[in-house]
C-alpha cells in the first residue's frame, strides 16, 4: 500500500526541520505512542497502541530517521510488530519553503503488513493509513503552533 500527499506549515523551513525530528514532537505527534526511547542516533523503540479496526493492538516498534539531507529531506522508517501482525512503513518527507514563515511539506509512504492484520482488505487498509497520517500532520499543527507562541 503506497500513497502522497502535501500540506503547509505555519512555520520557517528550518523550524519546520527542527521540529519533524524532535523526538518529544514525534512522540505527541505519532498515534498511539505510549513510550518512545532513544535506541541510537536517530533510532528509537517506541511501544504503540493502535485502536483502529482490525490493526488494533499493542505493536513494539523500531522508528528510524535515515537519509537526511538538512533542512529539506528524510526518510522515517517504521517497523512493528504485535498481536495483530506486523507492519513495515517507510515515508519519505521533503520540505521546500514558501516564504520566510511558511514550509510546503510533501510526503510518501510505502507500507507492507503480515499476520491476522493482512487478512482484511487494502482498501479499508489504506483508509486506516491515511487516518493516521492525517492525525500525526493534525498534531504536528499544533505543536507548530504550540512552539511559535512559546517562542
Not at 28 to 47: F, L, R, T
Amino acid at each position: 500500500m503506497n500513497g502522497k500527499g502535501s500540506l503547509t506549515l505555519e512555520a520557517g523551513i528550518e523550524k519546520a526541520w527542527d521540529v519533524l525530528l524532535d523526538p518529544n514532537v514525534l512522540e505527541k505527534c505519532i498515534m498511539g505512542c505510549k513510550k518512545m526511547e532513544q535506541e541510537s542516533e536517530n533510532k528509537y523503540n517506541a511501544d504503540l497502541s493502535i485502536g483502529i479496526a482490525a490493526v488494533k493492538g499493542k505493536y513494539e516498534s523500531t522508528i528510524e530517521i535515515a537519509d537526511i539531507e538538512k533542512p529539506s529531506h528524510y526518510k522515517l522508517i517504521v517497523k512493528g510488530e504485535g498481536g495483530p501482525g506486523n507492519v513495515e512503513a517507510a515515508g519519505i518527507i521533503d520540505l521546500t519553503p514558501i516564504d520566510e514563515n511558511t514550509t510546503e511539506l510533501a510526503y510518501t509512504y510505502e507500507a507492507d503488513v503480515g499476520g491476522k492484520v493482512a487478512m482484511i482488505g487494502q482498501r479499508m487498509l489504506g483508509g486506516v493509513a491515511k487516518l493516521i497520517i492525517q492525525d500525526f500532520f493534525k498534531k504536528l499543527g499544533k505543536e507548530l503552533k504550540r512552539i511559535e507562541s512559546n517562542a
